[in-house]
């Protein structure tokens, strides 16, 4: 305690030394009379108890005495060096109430009628007391660093010289430091795209100070002013296809500030897929396949993200042909959506419909509707048939070649000299023969495919003669008369290609109502024929059947064996024969 300073309750001593013995003196202290009590010789005591109703100041004391005889002596009437304080010190402090992004110092300022000379204070909310962990400063001032977030409740009081002791203050206002910013996220953040939009749900959260503006927005600024007000939890989607960012924006009561950016990917149209077109580069005929050709393939796959279209997204099942059943193209243009494959030899495919099914994946995966090209696989060579015969013909003739094939035949080839056709060689299903020969038919055919027919020789050789055989009379000749049995019918004949056939002997009355008679062998017996001219006819036929007819005329007269002359009339003879 500070003797220069006395408070309520403090005993104020007064202690004095008379220059001669005295009696009884009167003594005030603090206006208050108090009793003197001799200590031994000339030396007094006494003392005051200061209560509330003292007077604040330096306090006064009265001492009248006399001594023995009576005498009185000079009054003692004076103010003491201890000074009165009965009024407790008052602090204040200047926490505003407010939350503060960076360390915090708080100011407590005591005032006093006399000195104040320390502050006790806590910041935990305990309270504070001169033996506990409270923190003492010295003298009428003290600064509170603070530096770590959190509220603080700060409680103080002070003491003055004389020991009065404040009454523990607490701020009105709590120390508030928030130094941490808001943390937030959104989920369902892939590298890659989506192909359904997703529920994304948006976190954001403030442990101290709390959460003041909180937006999101679609590929603008958020901020404080700028976007959609949501809540811890919020549920929101993507806004369409393509490439959006998602800016979240969110400060705390501090001032404390958190930006937060993700990028989303959502694709949900599929690839589309046209224009597959197969090409044979071996035949140019890509309807039929065969094994051993070569063959491309093209096709055009558009997408909403077609600038992220690569081949590997892109496949084609060959495994019809003897290829693979998901081979990538060799080239992928994204501006014009065309791919190319590379040629594929074509081996180990069965005789079929075959098709070529294109597919696709874009970025997001989502699967393209997958387009066909059909071509057919004919590894099976065609065969061809002739009509030929063994006979002769004897005027045009046409052959018919006859192409089978379990498709298409695409071409037949021959030749007619027995030399072996080629692709060179002459083509069709016909073949006509006008003039005289023997021809040798070779002959073999393809199919739409290219499948090659080995080269057949036609069954029979094509006999043609349109030549008649030629013929003419030795005997009868010509204008000769006839009669009784004619042994001996000649004549000359020939044929000079398919050979003779046969020959005949025919006759007919020439009274224009007869018709031919076959004469069995040459001998022509004439007897039975009435007296007339009669046609005789030579049939000549060869083996191609050409007819060579060769007339003559001659007359059958008769034999006059016996007669007599009967008589002369006026205008007649009359004579009787027999034959």
């Known amino acids: 305690s500070n003797p220069s300073f006395a408070k309520v309750g403090n005993n104020i001593a007064l202690n004095f030394t008379s220059s001669e013995q005295i009696q009884n003196p009167v003594v005030t202290i603090a206006g208050h ?15 005051w108890f200061m209560n509330g109703a003292d007077v604040e100041g330096f306090i006064p004391y009265t001492i009248d005495f006399q001594d023995q005889a009576g005498n009185p002596g000079t ?39 006399n000195n104040c000379i320390k502050i006790v204070y806590t910041t935990d909310g305990s309270d504070p007391t001169i033996s506990g962990t409270a923190v003492i400063v010295l003298g009428n001032s003290a600064t509170i660093n603070l ?38 996220s959104s989920d369902n953040i892939i590298a890659g795209w989506f192909n359904t939009n997703p529920t994304i749900t948006l976190s954001i959260l403030d442990t101290l100070s709390g959460l003041n503006n909180v937006r999101y927005n679609w590929d603008a600024v958020a901020d404080a002013n700028n976007g959609t007000v949501f809540v811890n939890g919020s549920q929101i989607s993507i806004p369409g296809n393509g490439t959006h960012t998602l800016n979240i924006f969110a400060d705390d009561f501090a001032g404390n500030i958190f930006n937060f950016s993700a990028v989303y990917n959502l694709d949900t149209i599929i690839p589309v897929i046209s224009g597959v077109t197969l090409i044979n580069n071996t035949t140019g005929n890509s ?6 050709d070569s063959v491309s393939l093209t096709a055009t796959i558009t997408d909403d993200n077609q600038n992220l279209l690569t081949p590997s997204m892109i496949t084609a099942d060959f495994s019809g042909l003897g290829g693979g059943s998901a081979v990538n193209p060799i080239s992928y243009d994204n501006l014009t959506g065309l791919a190319i494959w590379a040629p594929i ?9 075959v098709n070529i099914i294109v597919d696709s994946l874009d970025i997001a995966n989502n699967p393209a509707l997958g387009q066909i090209v059909s071509t057919i696989v004919d590894n099976i060579a065609p065969v061809t048939t002739d009509n030929t015969n063994i006979n002769w013909f004897n005027s045009s003739v046409t052959i018919n070649l006859n192409c089978f094939d379990a498709n298409l035949c695409a071409q037949t080839y021959y030749t007619t000299d027995g030399s072996d056709p080629t692709l060179a060689s002459s083509t ?14 070779k002959y073999f055919s393809v199919d739409l495919a290219g499948n090659v027919e080995a080269v057949k020789t036609a069954v029979n050789p094509v006999k043609v003669d349109i030549v008649k055989p030629t013929g003419n009379w030795v005997s009868p000749e010509n204008n000769t008369i006839l009669s009784g049995v004619v042994n001996l019918l000649t004549a000359n004949i020939a044929d000079d290609f398919s050979g003779l056939a046969s020959s005949q002997f025919f006759y007919k009355r020439n009274d224009g109502m007869d018709s031919f008679h076959l004469i069995a062998g040459n001998s022509w017996d004439t007897n039975p024929l009435a007296l007339d001219f009669y046609t005789l006819r030579l049939v000549v036929t060869d083996l191609a059947g050409n007819i060579t007819n060769v007339d003559q005329i001659v007359g059958i007269a008769t034999v006059i064996t016996t007669g007599a002359h009967v008589g002369n009339a006026a205008d007649s003879t009359q004579i009787i024969w027999d034959t």
């Open 33 to 47: 009379t108090v009793t003197a009590t001799n200590v031994g010789g000339n030396n007094w005591v006494t003392n």
């Open 75 to 113: 009054s003692v009437n004076t103010s003491s060096a201890v000074n009165f304080d009965k009024t407790n010190p008052i602090t204040t402090d200047d926490a505003d109430g407010l939350w503060h992004k960076i360390p915090v110092s708080i100011h407590l300022n005591c005032t006093d009628l």
């Open 147 to 184: 530096s770590l977030d959190g509220i603080y409740t700060i409680k103080y009081f002070a003491l003055d010289s004389a020991g009065n002791q404040e009454a523990t203050e607490t701020v009105l206002n709590q120390v508030k430091i928030d130094q941490t910013s808001p943390s937030g």
């Open 287 to 292: 309807s039929f396949i065969k094994d051993g």
């Open 345 to 353: 030899l074509v081996s180990g495919s069965l005789n079929a419909n």
């Open 428 to 441: 069709g299903n016909s073949v006509v023969f006008p003039s005289n020969g023997i021809f040798t038919i």
